[in-house]
């Protein structure tokens, strides 16, 4: 039973615009949440994360907002660029340390 | 540059052989990971370890074992491959207390 959710595969959006991901998660024992991307034929690489005691985090283009009554989190990637396409993984963790992630959401920037 | 090594980037084995993937991080970390990725099903966690000769199933366990003599080491052993196990593999390590994992490049694995 997956407990972190992505329940969008894919996302184009052109050069210069927001592109927005979507995350849910079922679990309300998660305390730290995380986004990670991925690019072919490489490992996983940590983009930004967000503590469940605060609502939103920012680094550089990227920003988080957790909205823990929705079980809800989304990355807001501001302006996207075509280095951006890859594919974004949301995860999320418990006191055990074991990360759980969501199916990914393959973004397509265009110039 | 502090990092997690897969041994092999692409490897292709026959059903029934029994196939090692092994994993080397150099950050002195004490938590170990496997997971499995697929289309459509993200990352899935087959083993992990907390320390040396420690070891704990994940979530998709069946038709695999694990050995992690030494702490920087770890590796995922297939019993006996079957192509259902055709998949990318990626093993990641982190340090007690810290959030996030530092993923190795994975290894493709095709069982054919």
């Known amino acids: 039973d997956q407990q972190v959710k992505q329940n969008s595969p894919s996302l184009s959006v052109q050069e210069g615009r927001i592109s927005i991901l979507n995350c849910d998660y079922t679990?309300?024992?998660?305390?730290?949440f995380l986004w990670y991307k991925k690019y072919p034929a490489e490992g996983p690489t940590f983009l930004i994360s967000i503590s469940s005691i605060k609502d939103k985090n920012e680094d550089g283009r990227f920003t988080v907002f957790l909205n823990k009554s929705a079980k809800h989190l989304s990355l807001h990637i501001v302006p996207s660029q075509p280095g951006d396409s890859a594919v974004y993984f949301c995860a999320a963790r418990k006191w055990d340390y074991k990360l759980s992630f969501g199916a990914g959401t393959t973004v397509t920037v265009r110039a | 540059d502090v990092k997690v090594t897969q041994s092999s980037r692409y490897l292709v084995k026959r059903t029934g052989e029994k196939v090692f993937l092994e994993c080397v991080q150099d950050m002195d970390h004490e938590n170990m990971f496997w997971y499995r990725q697929d289309p459509g099903l993200g990352l899935r966690l087959i083993y992990f370890s907390y320390d040396v000769k420690m070891k704990e199933k994940g979530d998709i366990p069946e038709g695999y074992s694990v050995s992690r003599e030494k702490k920087e080491r770890f590796s995922l052993i297939l019993e006996s491959a079957s192509t259902n196990q055709t998949s990318m593999y990626l093993c990641?390590?982190?340090?007690?207390?810290?959030?996030?994992?530092?993923f190795g490049s994975g290894t493709r694995l095709t069982v054919v």
């Open positions: 990641a390590s982190s340090k007690t207390g810290d959030y996030g994992y530092t």
């Open positions: 679990n309300s024992m998660f305390d730290y």
